[in-house]
């Protein structure tokens, strides 16, 4: 197995065990178990579970980014583009494996302890807020609003993991519609 395929077959292995479970509740065994990548091989390509944390938050990055701008990139009007992040947010919020922000589920676990992951959840929230502040800006509306509209999707998330609400998206989508106008 070469690298790109083992660690390829990790990282996959990693995003379903952790975000399903969480990072403390996954062994390496686990890890190794679902991947088929030997513990040896594994911990070649992660010396440590918090290498492998952060390279699972990482990735996830580039996923997250990459489905948020496709669907934003849809709407025509600057102005449906601000309030598409809220209707992809929805159609993620309805996934049967959604456990709320992976960021912020690593963060709460390890963030007292893990410099890593206190820097990837930062970039990640840091990320999501200038997407905003771009898309604000391309509308025409105040600067300010970007970051009205980071706390309303950001509540969104954090309520829909945590009561179950899975139109939490739609709710905070109203609000935003009256922000934006």
Partial sequence: MDIDTAETRVLDAAEKLFYARGV???GMDDIRDASGVSLK???QLFPNKERLVTAYLQ???VTWQTQ???AVARADDPRQRLLAVFDWMNDWFHQADYRGCAWINCYGELGATS???VDEARAHKETFRTFLRD??????LPAELGDHLLLLAEGAIVTSAL???????LKARAAAEKLVG
């Fill in 41 to 43: 091989r594994l911990y």
């Fill in 59 to 61: 990735r996830r990055e």
């Fill in 163 to 169: 009561t179950g609400d899975r139109d939490a998206a």
């Fill in 115 to 117: 410099g890593p992951v």
């Fill in 135 to 140: 898309l604000v800006s391309d509308a025409g």
């Fill in 24 to 26: 403390h509740a996954v």
């Fill in 68 to 70: 948020l701008a496709a």
